[in-house]
């Protein structure tokens, strides 16, 4: 856990990524802890991780400024989800059932914290594939329309 970062004064978005990895790495927190190191920075750059048998990992304290999406550490929540690219390195909504679901819960518990928070895929502020699906899509396609 990094205990020096600065709190966030807003948070008016949540930032779904991906690992950019194959299906069957299964990697988590630490891997990616120490990816985002060798960069340089303080450590993970996300606030959550969800793995591939679904299991949630905690990285950056939710309150925290991250580092995961240019432009909107300063007000925005990253969850990464663990997979998104298939053999050929291309990008693939490859998440497994129990992923979606973390995802879905994870979604409803940060939006009882922060209501105001809208929900994007990292590929909606930046020119990148991540997190390799529409997450607009995906959340009109979710029976909880307090998601959005
Ligand atoms: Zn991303």
Same mark, same amino acid.
């Given at each position: 856990?990094?205990?020096?970062?600065?709190? %966030?004064?807003?948070?008016?978005?949540?930032?779904? =990524? $991906?690992?950019?990895?194959? @299906?069957?790495?299964?990697?988590?927190?630490?891997?990616?802890? !120490?990816? =985002?190191? #060798? %960069? /340089?920075? &303080?450590?993970?750059?996300?606030?959550?991780?969800?793995?591939?048998?679904? *299991?949630?990992?905690?990285?950056?304290?939710?309150?925290?400024?991250?580092?995961? &999406?240019? /432009?909107?550490?300063?007000?925005?929540?990253? +969850?990464?989800? +663990? /997979?998104? +690219?298939?053999?050929?390195?291309?990008?693939? #909504?490859?998440?497994?059932? *129990?992923?979606?679901?973390?995802?879905?819960?994870?979604?409803? #518990?940060?939006?009882?914290?922060? @209501? &105001? *928070?809208? +929900?994007? /895929?990292?590929?909606?502020?930046? #020119?990148?594939? $991540?997190?390799?699906?529409?997450? !607009? *899509?995906?959340?009109?396609?979710? @029976?909880?329309? !307090?998601?959005?």
């Amino acid at each position: 856990m990094i205990t020096s970062l600065r709190a %966030r004064a807003i948070t008016d978005r949540i930032v779904i =990524h $991906c690992s950019a990895t194959l @299906p069957e790495q299964n990697i988590g927190r630490v891997e990616i802890d !120490q990816w =985002h190191k #060798a %960069r /340089g920075w &303080a450590g993970i750059g996300y606030h959550f991780i969800i793995r591939r048998d679904g *299991a949630l990992e905690h990285g950056r304290e939710a309150t925290k400024v991250g580092a995961h &999406a240019r /432009g909107y550490n300063r007000r925005a929540i990253g +969850v990464c989800l +663990v /997979g998104g +690219v298939d053999g050929s390195g291309r990008p693939s #909504a490859n998440f497994t059932g *129990a992923q979606w679901a973390m995802l879905e819960r994870l979604l409803a #518990a940060l939006k009882l914290v922060w @209501p &105001a *928070a809208k +929900v994007i /895929g990292h590929n909606e502020v930046s #020119a990148k594939a $991540c997190p390799s699906f529409d997450v !607009q *899509a995906w959340l009109s396609a979710l @029976p909880d329309a !307090q998601l959005t």
